[in-house]
């Protein structure tokens, strides 16, 4: 009889330590997942800046893109078109030989995916960049040459040298339990416009 009970407490020992393994496994799979998530979510909002070259196309980010605000647009033409806290519109020239276009950076009506970010260049129905999903609402600030901020920046086209945009990107977790949350990733840049100085 005390064998039986033996035998019996060693096979519920060892299931309660099998269970610990697996759970434990789970969660290193979880974790490993999440972790590699956060580390593609971080590599894209990064492209998303700075720009990346695919192959042989040298694709544009968004510091690249607004460093062209005012380039080569003649003395007299207000190179800043539209400007509100989650759109910015400006004219300016991709190259020194190229015509000036016209840039729209802007964040379009809430989905259930999240907030759009699109890239808009002439045409304003087919992106350049985008659609980047985001957590929260495009945040853009505009300053003047003095970095004050800009109360009304709307009538005050002439006044904007430099912004400053907020960015928060997302994915979701592995786990759908209670306790889910976003991996979230926020990026805030500040970009100077030299051609609004020349």
Known sequence: MSSLIDVMGATIAGSLVLLMIFGALSNMQVVSYNTQLQISLTQMSEDLITGRKVGNLDQPGLERILSKVGAGVPEGTDPIIE??????????????TSSISTFYF???DSTSNGFPLYVYQNN??????????????????YYDVNDNLIISPGSNHGLIRSIEVSLTFFYDTHQPDIDKRFLRHNIVFWKYFKNLYL
């Open 106 to 108: 802007v964040q379009e």
């Open 83 to 96: 400007v509100t806290s989650k759109s910015f519109k400006f004219l300016g020239q991709t190259n020194p």
């Open 124 to 141: 304003m129905t087919n992106s350049i960049l985008g659609p980047f999903w985001m957590a929260d609402t495009l945040a853009i600030t």
